[in-house]
């Protein structure tokens, strides 16, 4: 799989990642590799709290691994991901000093 074809499969998933973690506050998620070039998906939700709620539940990241592995995504490449979540909360805060 090229670069191209891992952005498109990668953004494909990101809008089925929401919807599947929709009912744990999840609205938003993007794919970003770090600077290493390591796979990175970045929820967010609402809250600080959210924030707190999300990181704490076990099967999260394994749920995105799946979902991520249903769109063929290669397998070396999802169990290397990395999960973040940050909140509008926060995220708003960086830009109130």
């Known amino acids: 799989m090229d670069d191209a074809q891992l952005k498109r499969a990668a953004d494909a998933a990101m809008l089925p990642i929401v919807a599947s973690l929709g009912a744990v506050g999840v609205i938003g998620a993007h794919w970003l590799p770090d600077r290493e070039g390591n796979p990175v ?3 967010q939700v609402q809250s600080e709290a959210g924030r707190v709620a999300v990181q704490s539940y076990s099967w999260v990241l394994p749920q995105v691994q799946a979902m991520l592995m249903r ?27």
Not at 78 to 96: G, I, K, Q
């Open 41 to 43: 998906v970045w929820i």
């Open 71 to 97: 769109l063929n995504l290669a397998p070396e490449l999802v169990l290397a991901l990395r999960l973040e979540v940050t909140s509008v909360e926060a995220e708003d805060r960086l830009f109130d000093e």
